[in-house]
Nanobody, 123 residues
Framework: QVQLVESGGGLVQAGGSLRLSCAAT????????MAWFRQAPGKEREFVGS????????HYIDSVKGRFTISRDNAKNTLYLQMNSLKPEDTAVYYC????????????????WGQGTQVTVSS
């Protein structure tokens, strides 16, 4: 098993930046492929992006490409999401998730989840 704890959320003005972190404890972090999801009020949980076990392969949804960057530090057992040029529509609770299986954009494909961190972008 792996336990995930997100941090770094907060309130930021449009155009600003935030860096989210996801600290992992438990079994070997580098055995897991990782992803970030987000969920806005009244909406379904949405895939944001993912990263392979070595950090060399990443995928993003179109709406965040060029603005968000996913990275991981396996030595520190930590996943990151650097968010730049934030927009009000990025407002959501952001979750990190881990899977020992293949990467997918479906929430059901992830076995482990953090508790989420709120990101609010004001206009």
């Amino acid at each position: 098993q792996v336990q995930l704890v997100e941090s770094g959320g907060g309130l930021v003005q449009a155009g600003g930046s935030l860096r989210l972190s996801c600290a992992a404890t438990g079994r070997s972090f580098n055995n897991y492929r990782m992803a970030w999801f987000r969920q806005a009020p009244g909406k379904e949980r949405e895939f944001v992006g993912s990263v392979g076990r070595l950090g060399d392969v990443t995928h993003y949804i179109d709406s965040v490409k060029g603005r968000f960057t996913i990275s991981r530090d396996n030595a520190k057992n930590t996943l990151y999401l650097q968010m730049n040029s934030l927009k009000p529509e990025d407002t959501a609770v952001y979750y990190c998730a881990a899977t020992a299986d293949v990467l997918t954009r479906t929430p059901r494909g992830y076995e482990y989840w953090g508790q989420g961190t709120q990101v609010t972008v004001s206009s």
